[in-house]
């Protein structure tokens, strides 16, 4: 198993950047596909990016492609979120996810951190 922590949000205005880290805990973080979603007031959780087991590949919510760029260090065992050109559209709460190999479902959440983006 692994235990996720999310860090980094916070208030920004509209144009600015922020970077999320997502720790995990446990010697297996390397093994699991990492991924980042949010969940805006009222609304359902929705995708953000994805990062495959060794960093190599990545994929992005169309709506975040060219603004957010996903990293991870497994040395580390920390997963980035590099946000620029924030919208207000962009404030939600931030959640960290890993999924196994071989797993069909996101398996494993972090707490959440907030991104508000004022206009």
């Known amino acids: 198993q692994v235990q996720l922590v999310e860090s980094g949000g916070g208030l920004v205005q509209t144009g600015g950047s922020l970077r999320l880290s997502c720790a995990g805990s446990?010697?297996?973080?390397?093994?699991?596909?990492m991924g980042w979603f949010r969940q805006a007031p009222g609304k359902e959780r929705e995708f953000v990016a994805q990062?495959?087991?060794?960093?190599?590949?990545?994929s992005y919510a169309d709506s975040m492609k060219g603004r957010f760029t996903i990293s991870r260090d497994n040395a580390k065992n920390t997963m980035y979120l590099q946000m620029n050109s924030l919208k207000p559209e962009d404030t939600a709460v931030y959640y960290c996810?890993?999924?196994?190999?071989?797993?069909?479902?996101?398996?494993?959440w972090g707490q959440g951190t907030q991104v508000t983006v004022s206009s």
């Open positions: 996810a890993a999924r196994a190999l071989f797993s069909d479902t996101w398996g494993f």
């Open positions: 446990g010697r297996t973080f390397s093994m699991y596909r």
């Open positions: 990062i495959s087991s060794t960093g190599g590949i990545t």
